[in-house]
C-alpha cells in the first residue's frame, strides 16, 4: 500500500515541545538538520533524559519536501526552507559569487538535497584517523553507517557493509527514467565498470544510486529520527517523551558560566529566552551556522571577536577555518523528448500525468531525485582510488552561473566535481547577530591542481556523451560544442569552468576535527577550551569525504551520540 500524506502527522508527543523562559533540560542540541537529528534522536532513547531540538526553521510537512522532484522548487531560491547564501566573489570564478543554498527547517539540507546516499571513500576515514582523530578510522564509523541505515535491497538481512535495520530508509529509485540507462551504457562504452553498489567493496564505475527515499517519498532525517512515519519507524522512535522539537527557535548565542556552557539565548514566539542544559550542548548548524554561533557566543579568534564588541570566551583560532567544498562544472545536451524533464508545453503536460501518478501510487517521474545515475573515475594514470565524480541528471539543470536553463526546452546534464580539492577557505561574521548571513569565501580554485582535475572531468563527460548509447539519440550540447572532440582545447575548457563552475553543496571542515592548532574539536567532538560543548556535523570533517556529504553527516550524528553516552559512564 502506497505512503500517504498521513504518514507525515507528527508524533506530536516528541516534536511540539514547548519551552516557557526558564526551560531547563539534560541536552539541548542546536539545529535539526542531518547530524543534529540523529543526535537528538538517539540521546532521547535514553528514558531519563530530556532533550531539546533548536530549529531556526520550520516543519517539514511540504509537498516539496517530501515529493522528491520538489528539489527543484526549493533548491533555486531563498525561502522559508532553504538559507540560500552566497559566497564572496571569487577570484578563481572570474569574479562571481557563488550561490550555497542550505536547508532550512527539520531535516536540514536533508529536506533539499539530492538524496543521493553516498558515504565516501575507506581512504577518507583512515586518512582523519592518520590526522590524529583516534576512533574515526573506516572500521570504526562503519558500524554507525550500518546502525543508521534500512537498505531495502537487503531484505532485512544486513552484510558486512550495509544495514538493515536502521531509521534512514536507502532505496533502489523506484522508476528510473530511461536516459539514466542510457548513460550508464554509455560510460561503460566509454571505459568505466558497472557499479552496483558505490558503498561496496569498490567505489569506481558507474551505475544507478541509491537514494534516502521510501514509497517513493523523501525520507529525510526528521523523518528517520523524528517523526516515526509508520509502524515500523514508530516501534523505532516511539516513547520519546523526553524530546522536545522547538521550530522557529533561532539560537542567538551559548550561554557560559565561566568557561562552561550552560544555556543558549534563543528568540522564539518573537520573545528572547534562556533554555539551559543541565549537562551538554551540541551545536549542530552545518558547515556555515556551527562556526558562526560559536563566533558570536565568544569562541574563536580573538580580534575577530573583539571587532564586533564581542567577549572573549575562548581564543581558538581554528573556528571558520579550514572551509572544504566540491566544485562543480555542468555539460548539458539539449534533446527535445518528453521523456526528460523540460519547461515546455508537452513536458507539462506529462508532468500533470506523472502527479497524478504519483497521487495514486507514488511511482513515476515525481519519484526522481534528478540526478538518478553517476560514476566514480579516476582522471589520471597512477592514481589508486577515484578523484572525480559524475553526477548525471534527466533534466537541463544549471547553476546560477550557467543561466537559465528552463528556457531552454528538454534535455539532460552531467556534473564533475573534484573529490578531494586542495582549496581551502574560511567562514567570518558578518555580524554579531546570528539572524544575519555569516560571510562565506570558499577559495573556490585557489589551488591550482584544483582545475585539472575540473579540466579531467569536463572531458570525460563529453567522451560518455559521444558514445553510441546517448549518441544515437541525437541532441546538441550547449555551451561546450564549440570545443570539438572530447579532448577538447586544454585553455577553452580551463575558461569554461572558470566562468561557470559552481559548488555541489558539500561546505565542511569549519570546525576542524583533530589534534594540531588549528583544530575546534577533539576526537570526541569537545570544543577545545570549554566544557559541556560539542559540535557534530559535517563543520567537524578535517579533510571532505570522496562523495556526497549526507549520509557522513548522519553518520557523525550517531558516533556524536555515542560519544555522549559514553562520557557518563
Not at 508537452?346 to 513515476?364: K, S
Not at 566562468?499 to 592548532?517: E, S
Not at 570526541?524 to 556535523?537: F, K, N, P, S
Amino acid at each position: 500500500m502506497p505512503a500517504t500524506q498521513e504518514t507525515w502527522k507528527l508524533n506530536t508527543k516528541t516534536t511540539q515541545g514547548s519551552a516557557s523562559p526558564a526551560a531547563e533540560f539534560d541536552y539541548i542540541v542546536i539545529g535539526a538538520g542531518s547530524a543534529g537529528c540523529a543526535v537528538a534522536g538517539r540521546l532521547a532513547e535514553d528514558p531519563t533524559a530530556t532533550v531539546a531540538l533548536l530549529e531556526a526553521g520550520p516543519h517539514d510537512h511540504h509537498f516539496s519536501v517530501w515529493a522528491p522532484v520538489g528539489i527543484a522548487a526549493i533548491v533555486p531560491k531563498a525561502g522559508p526552507r532553504n538559507y540560500a547564501y552566497y559566497t564572496e566573489p571569487q577570484p578563481g570564478l572570474n569574479g562571481r559569487c557563488s550561490y550555497q543554498p542550505r536547508g532550512r527547517g527539520l531535516g536540514g539540507s536533508s529536506s533539499i538535497n539530492g538524496m543521493v546516499y553516498i558515504r565516501g571513500h575507506r581512504r577518507d576515514y583512515d586518512g582523519w584517523a592518520a590526522l590524529g582523530c583516534q576512533g574515526w578510522s573506516f572500521d570504526d564509523v562503519l558500524p554507525y553507517f550500518r546502525r543508521s541505515e534500512r537498505n531495502a535491497r537487503l531484505a532485512g538481512r544486513g552484510d558486512t557493509l550495509h544495514g538493515s535495520g536502521g531509521p534512514l530508509h536507502v532505496n533502489d529509485l523506484r522508476s528510473p527514467n530511461p536516459f539514466s540507462q542510457r548513460f550508464i551504457e554509455a560510460a561503460m562504452q566509454a571505459g568505466l565498470p558497472r557499479n552496483h553498489d558505490f558503498n561496496g567493496q569498490s567505489q569506481e564505475g558507474v551505475g544507478l544510486f541509491q537514494v534516502t527515499q521510501h514509497n517513493g517519498e523523501r525520507w529525510n532525517t526528521a523523518r528517520a529520527y523524528l517523526h516515526g512515519g509508520n509502524a515500523e519507524d514508530k516501534a523505532l522512535n516511539g516513547g520519546r517523551k523526553g524530546l522536545a522539537v522547538l521550530t522557529d527557535t533561532q539560537a542567538l548565542r551559548i550561554m557560559f558560566e565561566g568557561k562552561r556552557a550552560v544555556g543558549v539565548q534563543v528568540v522564539r514566539n518573537g520573545s528572547v529566552q534562556v533554555l539551559r542544559a543541565r549537562r551538554e550542548i551540541v551545536v549542530s548548524g552545518g558547515a556555515f551556522n556551527s562556526p558562526q554561533l560559536l563566533l558570536a557566543s565568544g569562541i574563536g579568534p580573538a580580534a575577530q571577536l573583539r571587532s564586533f564588541g564581542i567577549g572573549v570566551v575562548h581564543d581558538l583560532a581554528g573556528v571558520g577555518e579550514n572551509l572544504q567544498d566540491h566544485l562543480d562544472i555542468i555539460v548539458n545536451k539539449q534533446l527535445h523528448t518528453t521523456e526528460l524533464f523540460g519547461k515546455t508545453a508537452g513536458g507539462m503536460l506529462r508532468l500533470a500525468r506523472e502527479v497524478v501518478r504519483y497521487r495514486r501510487t507514488r511511482t513515476g517521474m515525481v519519484t526522481s531525485n534528478i540526478a538518478e545515475a553517476g560514476a566514480f573515475l579516476r582522471s589520471r594514470p597512477g592514481l589508486e582510488i577515484p578523484d572525480v565524480q559524475l553526477h548525471f541528471a534527466v533534466a537541463l539543470v544549471g547553476n546560477r552561473n550557467l543561466g537559465k536553463r528552463s528556457n531552454l526546452g528538454h534535455g539532460y546534464s552531467c556534473h564533475a566535481c573534484v573529490l578531494r580539492p586542495k582549496s581551502r577557505g574560511y567562514v567570518r561574521l558578518r555580524s554579531a547577530d546570528m539572524r544575519e548571513a555569516p560571510l562565506i569565501d570558499p577559495r573556490f580554485l585557489s589551488a591550482e591542481e584544483d582545475l585539472a582535475g575540473m579540466v579531467a572531468g569536463v572531458r570525460a563527460i563529453r567522451r560518455i556523451f559521444a558514445q553510441p548509447a546517448l549518441a544515437q539519440h541525437g541532441g546538441r550540447e550547449l555551451m561546450t560544442e564549440a570545443f570539438g572532440s572530447d579532448s577538447g582545447n586544454e585553455e577553452a575548457i580551463r575558461d569554461f569552468v572558470r566562468t561557470h563552475a559552481d559548488t555541489v553543496y558539500h561546505p565542511v571542515g569549519t570546525c576542524k576535527m583533530g589534534v594540531d592548532d588549528m583544530a575546534v574539536v577533539d576526537p570526541e567532538l569537545r570544543v577545545y577550551g570549554v566544557e559541556g560543548l560539542r559540535v557534530a556535523d559535517a563543520s567537524v570533517m578535517p579533510t571532505l569525504v570522496g562523495g556526497n556529504t549526507n549520509a557522513p553527516a548522519i553518520m557523525i550524528g550517531e558516533k556524536a551520540a555515542d560519544l555522549i553516552k559514553a562520557s557518563l559512564r
